[in-house]
């Protein structure tokens, strides 16, 4: 382990929080920015707070629990993903119909969590039109 033992010289707020691991120092400052110090390289490399990325993560993926909740019924978004987007297979949309309405958006979630962001999109189009009222809830939040 490589201790810093004057962290301002590092370029680093003595008031920030250290977390350690592996071979990394994490550093979350107070901007909410985290600076990364890789002691072997002596480099500084800047990413972005998980807060601060939430537009990086999929509107699908942000609001998972509120549609599984609240889209009250999926047989017209699988039929696009089956028929028109042809996301679905055919095991897999007949798997989705055959389990009880109420766990079917689970279901389909199950298969939507392994799919590109492209197709994500499709899924999100198919929401659109058949949900606008709900996906701008969610988008209000």
Not at 95 to 101: A, E, F, Q, V, Y
Not at 120 to 140: A, C, N, P, T, W
């Amino acid at each position: 382990m490589v201790k810093i033992k004057n962290l301002s010289s590092a370029g680093v707020n003595p008031c920030s929080r250290l977390f350690v691991s592996d071979s990394y120092f994490h550093i979350l400052h107070t901007t909410r920015k985290k600076k990364i110090l890789e002691p072997r390289h002596n480099t500084v490399v800047f990413w972005k707070d998980p807060l601060e990325m939430a537009d990086v993560v999929h509107f699908v993926d942000r609001h998972r629990d509120a549609l599984i909740e609240r889209v009250p019924l999926v047989m017209p978004i699988i039929h696009d993903l089956y028929q028109l987007y042809r996301l679905l297979t055919n095991d897999e949309y007949y798997r989705i119909l055959c389990t009880k309405p109420e766990k079917q958006m689970e279901a389909l979630f199950s298969y939507v969590e392994s799919w590109s962001n492209e197709d994500k999109d499709k899924f999100l189009q198919s929401l659109r039109e058949h949900y606008i009222y709900l996906v701008r809830s969610l988008e209000g939040n």
